[in-house]
C-alpha cells in the first residue's frame, strides 16, 4: 500500500462510525431479537444491543493495531 492510501481504512472506518447512533455495550430489553430497519441496519440482537454499533465497535481494536 502507499504512504497516500495509508490513512484510508481509518478514513473509511471514521465515517462508518458516524452512521451508528446505537450504544453497543449497553442493551434496552425491549429492543430484544428486533429486526433490521433503518435505526438499527442489523437488527437487535437477543439482549437489546445495535447490531451494526457491535460490528463497528469490534472492528475498532482491529483497525488500531493494523494502523498503529
Known sequence: ???QN?????????????????DPVNGVLS???G???S????GHE???RDGYARVIYGARASIVCCTG
Open 6 to 22: 495509508a490513512g484510508s481504512p481509518f478514513v473509511g472506518f471514521v465515517l462508518m462510525a458516524g452512521f451508528t447512533s446505537g
Open 35 to 37: 429486526k433490521p430497519s
Open 39 to 42: 435505526h438499527a441496519w442489523f
Open 1 to 3: 500500500m502507499s504512504d
Open 46 to 48: 437477543v439482549q437489546g
Open 31 to 33: 429492543r430484544s431479537q
